[in-house]
């Protein structure tokens, strides 16, 4: 790991902005909505389980809404809450929104080699998340939404820094190298 030169952070930066951008929203979007309008969004991932709900919800709040009911469960024991409202992804998705964003920022000062040491600390940084759910899945435990939140920051932190990462490796690309002309 070494310390990031100033140029070719930009990028980088944009990714971090709309990331953190769409965490805001995320925990935002409950507290400006009318208290107790929002509950028991259980559903389908994969699934527009909602719609009438959420079609009810002034932009840019149907938006965030909609996208969590499209790519997670949204269960409500599985949820947090805020001002009475379900918020609009379950409570390890929500924590693997933000571990994106965070490993974004890390990103943002430190530059990483993409090596075989980065590739083991991704793999074990989705380990957790992967055994959590598998055991839930399969009915072996039923985890917490502090376990839940554990693993899923964890995760977002390393693929939020494996979108560092491909960025920086994108911009070593020769056709994204500036020449100088005659």
């Known amino acids: 790991m070494e310390r990031r030169e100033k140029c070719f952070r930009s990028l980088t930066f944009v990714f971090l902005l709309l990331f953190s951008l ?3 929203l995320q925990f935002l979007a409950p507290v400006f909505l ?3 309008s929002v509950h028991e969004l259980s559903g389908l991932v994969a699934m527009s389980d909602n719609d009438k709900t959420i079609n009810d919800m002034g932009f840019p709040w149907n938006f965030v809404y909609s ?3 499209r790519l997670c469960h949204q269960k409500a024991e599985r949820s ?3 001002n009475g409202n379900q918020m609009p992804f379950c409570s390890r998705c929500t924590a693997i929104w933000l571990g994106l964003a965070v490993g974004l920022g890390f990103m943002i000062f430190y530059r990483i080699q993409l090596n075989e040491k980065f590739l083991f600390a991704i793999i074990v940084g989705i380990i957790p998340l992967a055994a959590d759910g598998a055991g839930q899945l399969f009915g072996l435990w039923e985890s917490t939404n502090a376990i839940r939140v554990i693993t899923g920051l964890l995760t977002g932190v390393v693929c939020g820094l494996a979108i560092g990462v491909i960025i ?3 911009k070593t690309f020769h056709f994204f190298k ?4 005659n």
């Open 80 to 82: 947090f809450f805020a």
């Open 34 to 36: 009318p208290e107790n």
């Open 22 to 24: 769409w965490v805001c």
């Open 178 to 181: 500036i020449t100088k002309s």
């Open 168 to 170: 920086d490796e994108i």
């Open 67 to 69: 996208a969590g009911d």
